[in-house]
């Protein structure tokens, strides 16, 4: 396949390496001339394990030509990637000049000539660019109409600086966003031969998931540090700690914890953080991740406050109490905290919990919900047929099926879903998840 490339710096280049070794004919494309200079030799600009090889079969075999110029590139281009830079400007926005300007110079090119390349924008860009941006910029200046005339696709790239080319060649995964159905498929044939998952989502979805990843790795780095400082400080080697830690592939490197949902509580992890986070303060450690897990905690449930409030509900039913399902353990249950917080705005609350019997509750737990909801046994019902009459009602745990969230939308009570039941038809009128 004859594909173009704009943008030849870490990702265009090793994109050109890579295709080369696939028998694809490659065009790379730059404004900085000393860089296609390079390419039209058959040198690699960039530094990279792997590339300058690559590059320079490729181009002995013919199939390497760089230019400056657009319309040259385009010529006969079975597909553009795009791969630009789109850097932080000084107020921490996302800069898409580059991304702007290729593609103006691409739809005026597309406007005067018969090639309808797909375009594949690889570059980072934030949810909402493609379809916003990208997709309106291109049919302004080419007369085309994306979707009809031409298609565009957003394929987020995962390649590591350093380990570049076989990062390209095993992928942890393949994701092409596009707008219509079929519009990726001559994408899907580069990667014919390929062995990774592959994902075929929409344009907003794939772009947020270039970010996912790279949030949780920036994440998953400051909250080993953190860990390993408080390690360090009572005399503990992190490393073997650490080691430990990544053998627990059950819970802990694991997509356990890891889905969007409710907000965390229980005896443990609220008490955990704050022991550590003291024992850090006296320590005179700093922990800025840590010290902010609780606050965003927080944020999330009173998130969920707001967003029953802002229904206007007089009666509210509540399917879950105790912190997670299967428990009557309430010890920082956030659900004691939303329905506290409810009662306090003169909510008539309903909650049915089957696992939380208030004559059997002893210790702290009795203690602490008796505390933040006295008259607890006036709130609970015994069956989930007991919150018809309500206004919306918020599931908390999975202990109701899709049949029930059914029945209530369809008798006219809003539900809110924290617990992604499975079935629901997520159209339905009065749905809604929490995350989705
Ligand atoms: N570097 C990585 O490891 C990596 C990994 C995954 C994704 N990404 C993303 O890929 C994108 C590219 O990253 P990079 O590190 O390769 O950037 P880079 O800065 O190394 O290269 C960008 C290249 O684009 C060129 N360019 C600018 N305007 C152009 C135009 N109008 N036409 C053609 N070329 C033009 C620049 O001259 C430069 O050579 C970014 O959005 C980045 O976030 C990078």
Known sequence: MKISIFGMGYVGVVSAACLLRDGHEIIGVDPVAAKVADLSQGRSPIQEPGVPELLAKGYQAGRLKATTETSQALAGSEMVWICVGTPSRPDGGIDLSSV???????????????????????????????????????????????????????????????????????????????????????????????????????????????????????????????????????????????????????LNISSHYLRPGPAFGGSCLPKDLRAILRFAAVNSLRLPVLESVLASNEVQIKNLVARILSYRPRTVGMVGLAFKTNTDDMRESPYVKVAKELIGEG?????????????????????????????????????????????????????IDADCIHSWLAAGIRVLDVANIKGVDRRADGYEGIYW
Not at 148 to 177: C, M, N, Q, W, Y
Not at 199 to 228: M, P, Q, S, W
Not at 372 to 396: Q, Y
């Open 347 to 399: 909510i008539k609350l309903k909650i049915y919990d089957p696992a939380v019997q208030p004559d059997r509750l002893i210790g702290s737990n009795r203690q602490q919900v008796q505390e933040a909801l006295r008259h607890l046994e006036k709130l609970l019902v015994s069956s989930p047929e007991d919150l018809c009459a309500t206004d919306l009602i918020v599931v908390n745990h999975a202990i």
């Open 100 to 250: 702007e300007t290729v593609i103006k110079q691409i739809g005026r090119c597309l406007a005067g000539s018969a090639d309808r390349p797909l375009i594949v924008l690889r570059s980072t860009c934030l949810p909402g660019t493609t379809s916003n941006h990208v997709i309106p910029l291109l049919e302004k200046e080419s007369g085309l109409t994306v979707g009809k005339d031409i298609h565009v696709v957003f394929h987020p790239e995962f390649l590591r600086e350093g380990t570049a080319v076989d990062d390209f060649f095993s992928p942890p995964k393949i994701v092409i966003g596009q707008a219509g159905s079929g519009a990726g498929n001559l994408l899907v044939e580069v990667y014919r031969n390929y062995h990774a998952p592959m994902f075929r989502l929409k344009l907003g979805e794939a772009e947020v998931v270039k970010y996912y990843d790279n949030l949780f790795h920036a994440l998953k780095i400051t909250f080993a540090n953190e860990v390993a400082a408080v390690a360090k400080s009572a005399g503990v080697d992190a490393r073997k700690v650490a080691e430990v830690f990544c053998a627990d592939t059950k």
